[in-house]
């Protein structure tokens, strides 16, 4: 786990409108902010552990 949140960690830095990923649904419209709404939800939930 630790490994595929570094790799999302990365994604972050970077602005982008359409994500395709091999699991999942592609995003269409905001995709780095959904990304990053994602990478905060998991910084909470592993903060509140």
């Known amino acids: 786990m630790k490994q595929a949140y570094r790799s999302i960690e990365k994604l972050k830095d970077l602005d982008f409108t359409v994500m395709l990923s091999g699991h999942g649904g592609p995003l269409r419209s ?17 903060a509140t552990r």
């Open 30 to 46: 905001n995709a780095s902010a959904k990304v990053t709404e994602f990478i905060n939800q998991i910084k909470n939930s592993e």
